[in-house]
Structures are given as structure tokens and as C-alpha cells.
């Protein structure tokens, strides 16, 4: 089992109650060991949902943070990034959606995107035409998604269905997938596309969370369809 030293720091029932799924933190502190991003770099967390992974990346690696989310509100994650003692210089919360980035040409060090890549990520052309004319050359991309361990779309197991559906699942695969995927990228070098360590971690403090999508979730977790899954890291850089 890995250790989380950073991630630990934020392990309060009023901070985990923001997190959207498995444990974003954990996660994050996974993706980014040994990353090469440089002290004090600008950075854009890609689908920042409420803002918890953009304050880790500015308290836990001094980066200037970019939270740039299409679901949350700016003004939500404002008065959070100032109840958790960060200033405008230091964080800046923005309503983008990933398609149509609001930023200038060659703007970012990195971009570090936990848990939402797979949503818009799966058009080939994305890195080329979307994300990377963002990001400097020989910038980095961090990225930490959910997938599965083998793809069996065609044969979903009936545990994954007591808490997905089919459609739901469209955005998981596996490394195969995913190197491919992004391998078509003229743009970026390809680092590394791996399975993480963190999978049975990062659920675990998820399913212990009280809302309606942790209590679905269960029902396919506890029939055994942790199994099936796992989270897979992505390291790019721009050419």
C-alpha cells in the first residue's frame, strides 16, 4: 500500500465532503511523484470541480494554479480558496469549458487534470487542436483517470451494472486505449501511460462519503466490480 503524506494533511470529514469521486488527493500526490514540472510554475488544474486538487497543487507544490472547471462555481471555489488562506495571486478560479480553453497561446508550464480527462480527452484531435497550442514548449501534461483494467465493453460484468450503465462506462478503458489515444498526438511526446497504484485507496474514501453518488457506487463495489477497474496515469510533453 502506498503512502500519502501530503494528501493526509487534508483528510477532514469538511474537505473530503467536497471530493467527487475517489479520492482526488491521493491520486494527485500519486500522479505527480518524481514529476518534472518547475518550482513555480503556472499551472492549469483541468476540471477542478470545487477547487480541493488546485489548492493542493498550489500548497503542496507552490505552483501558480489555473482551477478551470465547466460544472463548479467561480465564485464558490473564490471564498474556498480564501478560507483555505490562498490569494488571487496564488489560485484563480475560472469557468472554462476543456473544448474552448479562455486562455493565451503558450500560457501554461503544465496542465494537471485528476479524474475528468476521460470525459473530453477521447477525441483524437483534442491535445493537437484543444489543449496543447495552451501549454509551452516542452510543458508538461499530468493526467490521472479512471479506467478499466482490460476493456470489456462488449461484455460489461453484471457487478459493474448494479451501479453504471453502459453509457456511463463509455468513458473507461484501459492502457492499450489509452496509449493509443494519445499516441496519435503530433504535438506531444508520450512519457509514460501506466496503471497507478491507488485504486483500492482511493475508493475506499470515497464509498466511506455520504452522498447519493458514493451510496450508488457501492452497490457495484461491494458486489466485487473494484475488480474490473483501476486509475491510469498519463505524462506528456509538449514538442
Keep these: 500500500m502506498m503512502d500519502y503524506p501530503r494528501s493526509r494533511k487534508y483528510d477532514t470529514p469538511e474537505l473530503m465532503a467536497k471530493i467527487m469521486g475517489p479520492n482526488p488527493l491521493k491520486l494527485e500526490e500519486e500522479l505527480l511523484m518524481g514529476h518534472r514540472i518547475p518550482a513555480g510554475a503556472t499551472v492549469c488544474d483541468l476540471g477542478s470541480g470545487q477547487g480541493l486538487t488546485s489548492v493542493f497543487l498550489v500548497k503542496e507544490y507552490g505552483f501558480k494554479v489555473y482551477a478551470a472547471d465547466l460544472w463548479s462555481d467561480p465564485e464558490d471555489n473564490r471564498r474556498f480558496f480564501r478560507k483555505m488562506g490562498l490569494t488571487e495571486d496564488e489560485i484563480v478560479p475560472v469557468k472554462a469549458d476543456a473544448e474552448d480553453l479562455p486562455f493565451e497561446k503558450d500560457f501554461f508550464d503544465a496542465v494537471v487534470s485528476t479524474d475528468s480527462y476521460h470525459y473530453f480527452g477521447r477525441d483524437p484531435d483534442f491535445l493537437d487542436g484543444k489543449l496543447l497550442p495552451f501549454v509551452k514548449p516542452g510543458g508538461y501534461i499530468y493526467i490521472a483517470i479512471p479506467g478499466m483494467r482490460k476493456d470489456c465493453h462488449d461484455n ?3 457487478e459493474i451494472l448494479l451501479s453504471w450503465t453502459p453509457e456511463q462506462m463509455d ?18 511526446e508520450v512519457v509514460s501511460v501506466e496503471e497507478m497504484k491507488s485504486n ?40
Excluded at 468513458?171 to 506531444?188: E, F, I, L, N, P
Excluded at 450508488?216 to 509538449?238: H, Q, S, T
Aim: hydrophobic share 40%; proline share 3%; charged share 30%.
Design 156 to 158: 460489461l460484468p453484471p
Design 171 to 188: 468513458t473507461m478503458h484501459d492502457v492499450a486505449y489509452w496509449t493509443d489515444m494519445v499516441s496519435r498526438c503530433s504535438g506531444a
Design 200 to 239: 483500492e485507496e482511493v475508493w475506499a474514501d470515497w464509498l466511506r462519503q455520504e452522498n447519493e453518488y458514493a451510496v450508488g457506487d457501492r452497490k457495484a463495489m461491494e458486489a466485487g466490480g473494484g475488480r474490473y477497474l483501476n486509475f491510469i496515469k498519463i505524462v506528456l510533453r509538449k514538442r
